[in-house]
Structure formats: C-alpha cells, structure tokens
C-alpha cells in the first residue's frame, strides 16, 4: 500500500477516497453506469480536468470511447465526429500495443497528435494513459486523464490502474449475468464484415477470419498451418497489416531456402571476423524486426541447432549475434507457418517439442481450397479481374459450365494453382470468353474424359492388397489367408495390378 500513495500529499484520505469508489462501482448496475462511474472517479481523484475511459470491441479491432468527465461533469460530445478506431491515435496506440503507462507531463502539440482530447476545452498539458487489463491479463482498454496545466498524474497510476481493471472485471461480470443486446452491426452482412484483404466468405475461411482478429492486438506467437499455396503467408502479413504493429516493418525468412551457416547468420546476425569472410558486422533478420513482426515460412525445416537458438530468443527475449559475447534485448512478434506436421516431427526428434510449444500456442489452419466451397469461384473471377485490369484487357467473360468445372477439381496448389490457372487461361483465351478448355484441367476432373468404372476398382483393389501386405511385413501367404484368397491367386493379383516389394518400402517410409 505505500508504494500505492507514498508520492500523494495527503495518502490517508486519498485512500478512503479511493475505497469509497471501489465501493460506488461495485453497487454499479449497468454497463454504462459503470464506465461513467469509473470516469467520474479517475478525474475526482486525481484531480484531472479530464478523463476517458476507451474499449477494445470484443474482436479487438476497434477501440471506442465509452464514458468522458470533464471539469466536474459527464461530458457527452458527438462520437460520430471522433474515430471509434484507434488506428490513427498514436498516443493511445502505444499505448495499448506495449501495454505500458504512458505518462507526458509537458504535452507539445507540434510532437504528438492528440485528436481525441477535446479540443474547445482548451489547451491540455500533461496527460497519463493506462492500459487496462482484463481477467484474462489481455489488454482490453485505457484510463486516461488529462491536465491543463502541468502535473504530477504519474503518483496516480498504480491505484487507478487497479481501479480501472477493477471496473473492467465488474463489466465482465455484468455481461455474464446479463448479456446486453449485441449493437446494431452497421454493415448489412455482420458475417462478411472483415477478410482483412483475403477472399473468401465460405464458413471455413470465416472461421480463420475470427482467429486472425483475437490476435491483431495480442502479440501471441502465432503458428499457421496449412497445404502448399492456402495462403499462410497472406495471412501472416494481414496480421501484421491489420494489427498494431503495422506501422514497424515485417520481416520474412523461408527456412527451407538456406543452407543451415546462412540461415543462422542470416537469422541472427554477426561481428565482423566471426568467420572467414565476415568482413564488417550484420545485423540479423531478428535485431531488423525488433518492435515489428518476423515470419518464418517451413519453419518445420529449421536445423534442429537453429532451433535451440530459437528458442532462446523466444524465452529470454534476445539475441546474440555469431561471435559476439554481447546479447541484444528484442521486441519481435514471431509468427510461423508450416505445411509439415509439426507434431509428427516432435514425436520423431525432428522438432524440439519445448520449441514446438512455444511456437504454437495459436494456431490458426488454413483450409485447402477444395474444402472451400463457392469460395472458388469467387476467387476464380476477382483473379481474372485483377489480371484483365492489369494487362489493360476489357473485363473477361465466363462460358457456361467453366466456373462449375474448376469449383469440382481438387486443387493439391490450392490458391496459387487456381491463380496460375486463371492467367495461364487469360492468355490462351481469345474474345475473353474463358472456356473449360482454357483450363487445361487434369483428366479425373473431366467428367467426358473420366477414368474407367474398371480403372477405379482396380486402384482400390491395390491399395486394398498394398495395406494387407503391409500390415503381414510383406508376408504373402499371411496376406492371403487376411483375404481368403489362396496364395497363388494373391500372386496373380499382385501381378496383374503390377505390386512389387519397392511399392511396399515406399508406402512404409510415407506412413512414417
Ligand atoms: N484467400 C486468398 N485471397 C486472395 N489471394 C490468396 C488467398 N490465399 C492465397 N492467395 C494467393 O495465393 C498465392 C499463394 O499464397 P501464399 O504464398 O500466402 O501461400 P502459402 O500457403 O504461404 O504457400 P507455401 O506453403 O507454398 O509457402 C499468393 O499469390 C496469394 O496472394
């Protein structure tokens, strides 16, 4: 309790002052009673001319204001004039993304933009900022107060804080007992409202769309999977993009793409002479996005050495470039992405577990396109406009039965087959009318040109006397009696359906 008001001039009664409104906002009945009642407290307390209590939206994306006190009074100004998204509040910005006190006591207008104080109030001098926490330890809003003349807010912070996310807890508990109905949402469509620049509105991609949005102001390392061509990397950049660290660079390393000495140095950085040919110091990928985000793409291929050094960085929060003795302290947002099976991997020795954990605390896993439904063809026309726009051709026209036909193909690219398709189309096609022949689509899509009622049967019958074999160690005469087959009958098969010992080694080495 001292380190709470050892800097105020008269402690004791601040803290009576103090528990009083502890008190008040308990016996709070509603949502809004209790966000004024936590304004009102905050500038009767401290003394401020104003205060401001802001909210993050449950998706984390908008931050609103949700209760004003000024000079004594419930102020209500037009909200509809101020932003109810913060992205261009830097102050506030700041301070939501390092979760941190901000606190100014000399506010110059001419360094930081402070639109969101009210501006015929006058001229404001110092102001203290508070990001507020919820239950979950999630930075969910900010307690702000501000002075017209120059002064000591900062003695105020630890007990407002506290009362701040007092309030944000009773909030919580208000709404559990009695959800409020949800706001009007202001677009017509509530399901379709943010792709953060992805296409797509089939549920599966609505599902990844709500993942991306718990994690936009959250710096939780976050691990996409999905096949080949989904879109990990896209939506490793919307989250970035669309998230609060947008305005710090995003950095991107393939892990596959380097031999394991360059990736290393590459990754983090070295002093000059470190080894031959390191002729001046370089900084890493690491140490180049401190305070922004670093993507690693196949992460499932990093050198089990790298990855101990991963680690480290992960849990100690620095870097140590190659011959060096010195560590550096950084901020980086790691986000993965891997189209491997990462627990497989684990389980085989072949990825740190420790790392694999520390990675993939928030998974998010793209669909493969064929489970996306009309997610296709709506793809499939915003590329050919995208691509007619830019080779200067007039808008392209879709044949009868083409977007059908690419909507039944199962696309192993996923995305970027579908996007090589279409451009591959737009130049063969002629009066840009894309026809099912632009599309050069493999003969299994092709209903006329189909495999054979025969040719299927007989490549269930392999696979069924490939597994039996394989379940027998390639033991036949145990294989035909599992079949009830008699040996030789089981050889015939074998042969006619060309089975040969190699099929069966290299079936074993993909199941493992
Ligand atoms: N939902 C989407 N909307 C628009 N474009 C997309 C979408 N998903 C993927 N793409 C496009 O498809 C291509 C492949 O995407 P991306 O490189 O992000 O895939 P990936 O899963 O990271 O691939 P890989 O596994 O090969 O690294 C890119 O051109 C990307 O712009």
Redesign the pocket.
């Known amino acids: 309790m001292p380190a709470l008001f050892g800097q105020l001039a008269q402690p004791l009664h601040y803290a009576e002052r103090l528990l009083a409104s502890f008190t008040q906002l308990a016996r709070s009945r509603s949502k809004q009673q209790l966000q004024d009642g936590l304004a009102e407290a905050a500038g009767t307390l401290s003394g401020a001319a104003l205060s401001q209590l802001y909210l993050l939206d449950v998706t984390h994306t908008q931050l609103t204001l949700t209760a004003e006190w000024l000079d004594g009074r419930r102020y209500e100004r037009d909200t509809g004039a101020l932003s109810s998204d913060y992205r261009d509040e830097q102050l506030l910005q700041y301070c939501l993304t390092q979760n941190q006190p901000l606190y100014i006591e000399q506010l110059d207008n001419h360094l930081y933009a402070t639109d969101f104080l009210p501006a015929d109030a006058g001229n404001w001098c110092s102001l203290l900022c508070l990001p507020l926490q919820d239950d979950q330890q999630h930075v969910s809003g900010l307690l702000l107060l501000a002075s017209r003349e120059a002064a000591q807010l900062k003695v105020y912070g630890d007990s407002l804080h506290l009362l701040g996310n007092f309030t944000l807890h009773q909030l919580q508990l208000l709404q559990q007992a009695r959800p409020e109905p949800a706001p009007r949402p202001a677009e017509p469509t509530p399901a379709l409202s943010r792709s953060y620049g ?3 509105e089939s549920p599966a ?1 609505q599902q990844v769309y709500q993942l991306i949005s718990k994690v936009l102001h959250n710096p939780v390392t976050v691990m996409i999977t ?10 490793a950049r919307a989250i970035h993009d669309y998230g609060s660290r947008r305005s710090q660079r995003f950095v991107v390393q393939n892990c596959a793409a380097l031999p394991e000495h360059l990736l290393e140095s590459e990754l983090f950085g070295y002093r000059k002479g470190a080894f031959t040919g390191a002729d001046r110091d370089y900084r890493g990928l690491i140490d180049n996005a401190h305070c922004g985000t670093l993507f690693l ?2 992460i499932g291929d990093m050198p089990l050495t790298l990855q101990a050094k991963l680690l480290r960085v992960l849990q100690e929060g620095e870097v140590r470039p190659l011959g060096s003795n010195e560590t550096r302290k950084v901020d980086v947002r790691i986000i993965t ?1 891997t ?1 491997q099976n990462l627990p497989e991997m684990v389980s085989q020795g072949r990825f740190r577990e420790d790392l694999y954990y520390r990675l993939a605390p928030f998974p998010i896993d ?1 669909p493969p396109l064929r489970e996306r439904g009309d997610d296709i063809q709506l ?1 499939a026309r ?1 590329f050919a406009e995208e691509a007619c726009r830019f080779l200067n051709r007039d808008a392209c026209q879709w044949a009868g039965g083409t977007l059908e036909q690419l909507r039944d193909y199962g696309f192993p690219g ?3 087959e579908l ?1 090589g398709m279409i451009a591959r189309a737009l130049l063969l096609c002629e009066g840009n009318l894309l026809l099912p022949e632009h599309f050069n689509l493999p003969d299994d899509s092709n209903p006329s040109s189909a495999m054979s009622l025969r040719d299927r049967l007989e490549r269930v019958e392999r696979n069924l006397l490939l597994e039996c074999l394989q379940r027998n160690q390639g033991n036949q005469t145990s294989a035909a009696s599992e079949l009830g087959l008699p040996r030789r009958t089981l050889l015939y098969r074998m042969q006619r359906l060309n089975i040969n010992p190699a099929d069966l080694k290299a079936r074993e080495r993909n199941h493992v």
Request: proline share 0%; no cysteine.
């Open positions: 992805l296409i797509g991609m999905g096949e080949t061509g989904t879109g990990k990397e896209l939506v793409d196949e992405a189209h793209l793809l915003r996923n995305v970027r996007k």
